[in-house]
């Protein structure tokens, strides 16, 4: 054991990342399309045939999908590319700086999707449960 947690439990912190990434990301489509949980942002509502209903959409689909684990690969990297869109579309023309631009949740959000699309769902998963039958 060379770290703090042993290596055996790599399968079980790869599942948990993986849902709550799904859950966290599962939450902006529902503030978006759905008004809960109620974020000011969206107080108005978003109106679905918008870009920011697509990517309300998206989130909700996509986000269930990554927490039950369904396709995880093919998702996750749509949704990475859809989180680096939303950074460059929306963060970085007011600065080069994340920490300034408040894009840091879009980047991080773009490379654990780009690590789920390479690394896979893991256990705890439709698509594991798949190989196994």
Request: proline share 5%; glycine share 12%; aromatic share 14%.
């Given at each position: 054991?060379n ?8 399968g ?26 109620a ?9 679905l045939?918008s ?9 909700i ?11 995880t690969?093919t998702?996750a990297?749509v ?18 700086y ?9 980047i991080?959000?773009?490379?654990v ?17 798949r190989?196994?039958?």
């Amino acid at each position: 054991m060379n770290g703090i947690l042993p290596a055996s439990w790599s399968g079980y912190t790869h599942a948990a990342l993986r849902i709550m990434t799904g859950l966290l990301f599962l939450a902006h489509g529902t503030a978006k399309l759905l008004g809960w949980p109620a974020v000011d942002m969206f107080k108005d509502g978003v109106p679905l045939l918008s870009l920011f209903g697509i990517g309300g959409l998206l989130e909700i689909v996509g986000g269930l999908m990554i927490v039950v684990g369904f396709f995880t690969r093919t998702v996750a990297f749509v949704l990475s590319g859809m989180m680096a869109v939303a950074y460059f579309m929306f963060h970085a023309p007011s600065s080069v700086y994340p920490i300034i631009n408040q894009g840091e949740l879009a980047i991080l959000y773009s490379f654990v999707f780009l690590w789920l699309a390479t690394a896979g769902s893991g256990p705890w998963s439709v698509d594991a449960s798949r190989k196994a039958a």
